[in-house]
T-cell receptor
Framework: ETGVTQTPRHLVMGMTNKKSLKCEQH?????MYWYKQSAKKPLELMFV???????ENNSVPSRFSPECPNSSHLFLHLHTLQPEDSALYLC???????FGGGSPLHFGNGTRLTVT | GNSVTQMEGPVTLSEEAFLTINCTYT??????LFWYVQYPGEGLQLLLK?????DKGSNKGFEATYRKETTSFHLEKGSVQVSDSAVYFC???????????FGTGTRLQVFP
């Protein structure tokens, strides 16, 4: 039990499909994050939510749509993706102000997404 | 802007060898520094951190010292094990912008 659970672990989708990634944290944290991990690149921060309000959107294409219905759950809705969107998508959570005071991030195990 | 530079991998070692993974940073002000580890098939986990100059973070036999004069935070372990095989990420937390900036990661492979 990592404290941050992501489903599904693996997802293969065509470019015309619509799918959603789910993240749930059991740590009582109030900030949640979506990161994209591609080979040989630094982790790319996509979205940050604090107390269910989006506080960061790092110029992410609109084909990625986040949703945070409460402080324990975070979704990433996907539609009309491109093959270059294939990557590992990581969810994380932290306590307090996002990134503030050196608070560590707690990551889930990620969803390996393949777009065909 | 702020950035983190890590040595390219993979780093390949025999069990019980000494490990160093270099990390240098560029930042305005005084960031907090972190090492995260990602084991195969898993997300990242915080390994250790240091919040001010000359602090030493340590965990599971790993150590890193915050060196302001050389803007470095090199990761070391005296005797690696096969179970240490993973990808190691250096990161900094920029207090002025509250951003966490990761390096590209260094893969460590330890063979028996």
């Amino acid at each position: 039990e990592t404290g941050v659970t992501q489903t599904p672990r693996h997802l293969v989708m065509g470019m015309t499909n619509k799918k959603s990634l789910k993240c749930e944290q059991h740590l009582g944290h109030n900030a949640m994050y979506w990161y994209k991990q591609s080979a040989k690149k630094p982790l790319e921060l996509m979205f940050v939510y604090s107390l269910e309000e989006r506080v960061e959107n790092n110029s992410v294409p609109s084909r990625f749509s986040p949703e945070c219905p409460n402080s324990s759950h975070l979704f990433l809705h996907l539609h009309t993706l491109q093959p270059e969107d294939s990557a590992l998508y990581l969810c994380a959570s932290s306590q307090g102000r996002p990134f503030g005071g050196g608070s560590p991030l707690h990551f889930g195990n990620g969803t390996r997404l393949t777009v065909t | 802007g702020n950035s983190v530079t890590q040595m390219e991998g993979p780093v390949t070692l025999s069990e019980e060898a000494f490990l160093t993974i270099n990390c240098t940073y560029t930042a305005t002000g005084y960031p907090s520094l972190f090492w995260y580890v990602q084991y195969p098939g898993e997300g990242l986990q915080l390994l250790l951190k240091a919040t001010k100059a000359d602090d030493k973070g340590s965990n599971k036999g790993f150590e890193a010292t915050y060196r302001k004069e050389t803007t470095s935070f090199h990761l070391e372990k005296g005797s690696v094990q096969v179970s240490d095989s993973a990808v190691y990420f250096c990161a900094l937390s920029d207090h002025s912008t509250d951003k966490l900036i990761f390096g590209t990661g260094t893969r460590l492979q330890v063979f028996p």
